[in-house]
């Protein structure tokens, strides 16, 4: 039996579940800190429904869709109970998680990219939006429990990935492919952050730049000079 669903249920599904990781994900650090019911509903819902939030807040085109949907509350809510009822440890929930959360990373970059595009923006704060959605939630959750967000440095292609996704959306939505746009940045910012998660991949910070520019620098320095010399060789023989 084949089960065919539309382009948009089939990415409200990756929405929803990419909400109930990213809740789950709150929720873990809730466990951590060793707080109360409170406090893993806040951090699930904040981690899970923060990103629209803000999108929708800065958009001015109504309520965000978290409070005028129910299953968006819900869903949030459930990822709190399971953190709160459940120890997640071992291999495959963490592969869920990751995996969820970099299918919904490209998604929830498309759709904020697109819901700009689609009230009036130009590319740029189109962009800015579609990364803001992907990556809010967890850069709220850090603040709220007083750690530096996570995507300031330190993990891997986590908003370059985003980006990557808002930039594909951008050209799709130009051609008037929107359906596709959602589809090949959920593929590619998945493969991306997949391979940079695997294989530890970041970008350097200003310390790391500069010792590697100055590497550089330093290295064809030697290459010009070993070239001068060896051109230098013959007339000298001569």
């Known amino acids: 039996m084949v089960i065919d669903l539309e382009p948009q249920v089939a990415f409200r599904v990756v929405d929803l579940v990419a909400v109930l990781a990213n809740a789950i994900l709150g929720g873990m650090v809730a466990r951590e800190l060793k707080l109360d019911p409170v406090g893993f509903a806040v951090l699930a819902m904040t981690s899970g429904l923060g990103g629209g939030v803000i999108r929708d807040t800065l958009l001015q085109q109504g309520p965000p869709i978290a409070?005028?949907?129910?299953?968006?509350?819900?869903?949030?809510?459930?990822?709190?109970?399971?953190?709160?009822?459940?120890?997640?440890?071992?291999?495959?929930?963490?592969?869920?998680?990751?995996?969820?959360?970099?299918?919904?990373?490209?998604?929830?970059?498309?759709?904020?990219?697109?819901?700009?595009?689609?009230?009036?923006?130009?590319?740029?704060?189109?962009?800015?939006?579609?990364?803001?959605?992907?990556?809010?939630?967890?850069?709220?959750?850090?603040?709220?429990?007083?750690?530096?967000?996570?995507?300031?440095?330190?993990?891997?292609?986590?908003?370059?990935?985003?980006?990557?996704?808002?930039?594909?959306?951008?050209?799709?939505?130009?051609?008037?492919?929107?359906?596709?746009?959602?589809?090949v940045a959920i593929t590619t910012v998945a493969v991306i952050t997949l391979l940079a998660h695997r294989h530890g991949w970041r970008l350097p910070d200003s310390e790391e730049f500069g010792r590697m520019m100055f590497s550089s620098s330093r290295s064809v320095r030697r290459r010009a000079k070993r070239l001068v010399h060896l051109r230098r060789e013959p007339d000298e023989t001569e």
């Open 67 to 183: 409070l005028t949907d129910l299953s968006y509350l819900l869903t949030a809510l459930t990822g709190a109970l399971i953190t709160y009822l459940l120890t997640l440890q071992g291999r495959w929930p963490h592969r869920f998680l990751i995996g969820a959360d970099m299918l919904g990373l490209g998604c929830w970059s498309a759709t904020g990219t697109a819901k700009a595009l689609t009230f009036g923006l130009d590319w740029l704060p189109a962009v800015l939006l579609g990364v803001t959605t992907a990556v809010g939630g967890g850069m709220i959750r850090d603040l709220v429990v007083g750690r530096t967000p996570r995507i300031f440095g330190g993990n891997t292609l986590y908003a370059s990935g985003a980006l990557v996704g808002s930039l594909e959306m951008v050209v799709c939505y130009a051609l008037g492919r929107p359906n596709v746009g959602m589809a």
